[in-house]
């Protein structure tokens, strides 16, 4: 964890990145990673729609990214964004999604079985990887609403509610994980289908300094499938 | 896509970015960035030049550039395999030529190897185009197509547009070709 929250402040304070401009990316990353495992004409559903659950901080800014270039990819993305900060990142992010006719979900859904029946895939953008202690409310409840529903879930980065290096053995079953920059300890816990790299913008120096040693991205994709 | 790898004449995959002091120089920046992830952690065969202009028409204390080879076109022929052109974009007006952009712009038209041009062939008139200006191989527009690309002539054009919402795609009529996949560029259909 602290490797990784090293590497992100490296890629801010050396390298100049802006957060919007990795935020951007990493979003990006999971939506083309999502398209890849989930193309449209595989869900039962009539539409390919996808409830992307947005959390508090740059876990849920990638959500809504990755909301929007769902859009553009043609699935039906529908948020829930019950914590929002009140800085112009996470207000700009929200606009764009609007404005983009994504709706906004006033309450979350129930039941499990509502989520079943809506929606053919739940995007996980609650919790990343600075994660640390006890969720707090509404989380709480919502990761047990989406530890009993049937739909595949993908998570961004982390699965919301592990431990960032443990796992968590009785917590969210992802199918799909899009570990961003590169897999974090927690990965090694993960028994879903699809595991994506995403995030393709380490500066080879910086892959060479922290030894990430990540395997070579093919051609122009900005995701790498791992298994 | 338009010039894979595999395909370069170098032996080495070098590319030479021209960034301009506005935005189309920015937009250059960022292309070089990521032509250079393209090619593989730590390849000893990759040479990047960027020239960045600093202080390019009308400023009176022009900063000094950094990574300045002169514009000398055989040299260019000679160590790049393609020159990206991101000198000046639609925001600048017909004629900007003065000062070190003159110069390079004047070098780039005789330039023998494949120019791509970021959204506007640099010095054309971004609705008349131009003659006797650059002649680019390849023309990105971003956003939308320009007026001036009608007077594309080179060998592909592609659209990078994805990023725009339906609502402001349907108020300036814009109708884009559908992006295949989940790509964020589309090439037209080419001009000859």
Known sequence: QEEAQAIDQELFTEYKFSVDQLMELAGLSCATAIAKAYPPSSFTTSQPTVLVVCGPGNNGGDGLVCARHLKMFGYEPTVYYPKRPSKPLFEGLTTQCQKMDIPFLPEFPAEAALIDELYGLVVDAIFGFSFKGAVREPFGSILSTLERITVPIASIDIPSGWDVEKGKADGLQPDMLISLTAPKKAATHFTGRYHFLGGRFVPPALQEKYALNLPPYPKTDCVLQLT | ?192
């Open chain 2, 1 to 192: 896509q338009a010039f894979p790898l595999p395909s370069l004449p170098r032996k080495q995959p070098t590319v030479l970015v021209v960034c301009g002091p506005a935005q189309n120089g920015a937009i250059g920046l960022v292309c070089a960035r990521h032509l250079r992830s393209f090619v593989g952690q730590r390849d000893p065969r990759v040479g990047l030049g960027a020239w960045p202009m600093v202080g390019c028409p009308g400023d009176p204390h022009p900063l000094p550039t950094v990574c300045v080879p002169p514009p000398q076109v055989q040299l260019i022929n000679d160590a790049y395999n393609a020159v990206v052109d991101a000198v000046l974009g639609a925001e600048a007006e017909g004629g900007e030529g003065g000062g070190p952009c003159a110069a390079i712009l004047d070098a780039l038209k005789h330039v023998r190897i494949p120019i791509v041009s970021l959204d506007v062939p640099s010095g054309w008139d971004v609705d008349a185009g131009s003659s006797g200006g650059i002649s680019p191989d390849v023309l990105v527009s971003l956003a939308a197509p320009k007026r001036c690309a009608r007077r594309f002539l080179g060998r592909q054009h592609f659209v990078a547009g994805r990023f725009l919402p339906y609502d402001v795609q349907k108020k300036f009529e814009l109708n884009p070709p559908p992006y295949p996949g989940t790509e964020c560029v589309v090439a037209l259909r080419a001009p000859r």
